[in-house]
């Protein structure tokens, strides 16, 4: 199993930016497909963002498309969160989510094999 460490969250304004890191230890890194999930107070975990074990393949949540960019760089173990345009309905916890040997990207928080601790990103209108 993948040990996740998220990083990066914090508060911001709207319309400005943040870039969320996850750092993977524990197995080889590039046979996990990685996933960003968020958790907003008294809402389900939602999908966010994911990206294929090569980095060739990505997903978004329709409500981040264009706003939003995963991006991996395998030979650090890390993936990346860039999130533009920050609006407050994005106040919420953000996971990293690891899937080994996945079929293409998931996108459903069941499918994932792990999870890191989360972290916090706010956004103020």
């Known amino acids: 199993q993948v040990q996740l460490v998220e990083s990066g969250g914090g508060l911001v304004q709207a319309g400005g930016s943040l870039r969320l890191s996850c750092a993977a230890s524990?197995?080889?890194?590039?046979?996990?497909?990685m996933g960003w999930f968020r958790q907003a107070p008294g809402k389900e975990r939602e999908f966010v963002a994911g990206?294929?074990?090569?980095?060739?393949?990505?997903a978004y949540a329709d409500s981040v498309k264009g706003r939003f960019t995963i991006s991996r760089d395998n030979a650090k173990n890390t993936v990346y969160l860039q999130m533009n345009s920050l609006r407050p309905e994005d106040t919420a916890v953000y996971y990293c989510?690891?899937?080994?040997?996945?079929?293409?990207?998931?996108?459903?928080?069941?499918?994932?094999?792990?999870w890191g601790q989360g972290t916090q990103v706010t956004v103020s209108s």
């Open positions: 989510a690891a899937k080994r040997f996945p079929v293409g990207v998931p996108s459903r928080s069941y499918q994932y094999d792990s």
């Open positions: 524990g197995r080889v890194f590039s046979s996990y497909a």
């Open positions: 990206i294929s074990w090569s980095g060739g393949n990505t």
